[in-house]
């Protein structure tokens, strides 16, 4: 399966940015999606996680500032970015939630004024 990654730039702080991942195959729908990232000299980190009956995990510091959501016919997955702060630099790339071997490229996105 190939996952790519897109819309990743660079923001202001307190931007908002929107990112899209898309599957070559049906894998959303039954295995759920996530976006993680790797910000530089750190180990790859979930974001956010969307689970096959639509249920989202978030790691705290994301919280109700993003939101997943994912189109299972379009084998889609969406990242949506509110109130993006530097900390949220990285490289972010999305698989299916839990995780499977198969990574994309990933898409990076720099929040710096």
């Known amino acids: 399966v190939q996952l790519q990654a897109s819309g990743g730039g660079l923001v202001q702080p307190g931007g908002s940015l929107t990112l899209s991942c898309a599957a070559s195959?049906?894998?959303?729908?039954?295995?759920?999606g996530g976006w993680y990232r790797q910000a530089p000299g750190k180990e790859r980190e979930l974001v956010a996680g969307?689970?096959?009956?639509?249920?989202?995990k978030y790691a705290d510091s994301v919280k109700g500032r993003f939101s997943i959501s994912k189109d299972n016919a379009k084998n889609m997955v969406y990242l949506q970015m509110n109130s993006l702060k530097p900390e949220d630099t990285a490289v972010y790339y999305c698989n299916t939630y839990p995780a499977s071997k198969y990574w994309g490229q990933g898409t990076l996105v720099t929040v710096s004024s």
């Open positions: 969307i689970h096959s009956d639509g249920s989202t």
């Open positions: 195959r049906s894998i959303f729908r039954l295995n759920g």
